[in-house]
């Protein structure tokens, strides 16, 4: 008996030493709800409306080019980073100021070194489901040249505006990933934990954020990453080893952006 309770004594010792991540699971409900994180994305979509009609009157006003390459690019890129920025504004003043809890629990946590190490795999099963729904695409809709063009908002000019690269890129590889993360699964996937189980939370934030892109032929797409960061995120309690994979897929477009832009 003594024995037994010797090596239950070791063991408990042994497991202390070296606890697994908490899942998100596993932690008391947030106490903000979804709605919370739909008056966000309201907030920030009255924000680009108002944006475009600004920039639709100053080129009226001045008679400028509406056609202007340059010029669009610019005001584009600057729009998106003022609206990721207001993004996070509004999180500090509705999340965390309003309920008084501060950034870990919306997921700005330390993961587990295995969920850090597991990300080049979790972005590469990425790449492949991209690649077959890709080739899916094509075969439904036709030739990517027929499509419409994906992102407006970061479209690179490197010849000529090196500059907006920087910003574009910056942009794209770091402000998006944190913000969208921080929304669609730190507010979003949470406040629907709430009362739904993890599937369905899953599958509504995917949906949710595929559908804020407002690009139809990546809607589903869009959802898968959508349902494995919410995954990621369930289980290694942290918002860190999705951001790393949203940044990766980021960086990769925005890649591909420069180099074919380069080559014309």
Wanted: one cysteine or more; glycine letters at 8%; charged letters at 10%.
């Amino acid at each position: 008996m003594s024995m037994f309770s010797s090596y239950g004594r070791r063991a408990i010792a042994l497991g202390a030493r070296a606890p697994l991540p908490v899942a998100a699971t596993r932690r008391p409900p947030v106490p903000w709800k979804a709605r919370d994180a739909f008056a966000i994305l309201a907030a920030g979509l009255a924000f680009l409306l108002a944006s475009l009609i600004v920039t639709l009157g100053l080129f009226e006003l001045q008679s400028a080019d509406a056609h202007d390459t340059n010029t669009k690019d610019l005001i584009s890129t600057i729009v998106q980073l003022a609206f990721f920025l207001l993004l996070l504004w509004l999180m500090w003043m509705l999340i965390v100021k309003r309920y008084r809890c501060d950034w870990r629990m919306l997921g700005l946590r330390a993961a587990g070194w295995q969920w850090v190490a597991a990300v080049p795999l979790i972005f590469a099963f990425l790449l492949f489901a991209d690649v077959v729904m890709f080739h899916g695409m094509v075969a439904i809709f036709g030739p990517a040249a027929h499509w419409p063009t994906v992102l407006t908002s970061t479209t690179i000019d490197s010849a000529q505006q090196p500059g907006l690269d920087v910003l574009s890129i910056g942009t794209g590889v770091i402000l998006t990933p944190l913000a969208e993360e921080l929304l669609f699964r730190g507010v979003l996937y949470q406040g629907l934990r709430r009362t739904m189980p993890m599937g369905a939370a899953a599958l509504v934030s995917a949906l949710v954020f595929a559908g804020m892109h407002f690009t139809l032929v990546l809607f589903i797409p869009f959802t898968v990453m959508g349902l494995v960061l919410a995954w990621l995120y369930e289980r290694s309690g942290s918002l860190f080893p999705g951001m790393l994979v949203h940044a990766c897929n980021n960086g990769i477009i925005l890649v591909i952006i420069v180099g074919s832009q380069t080559t014309h």
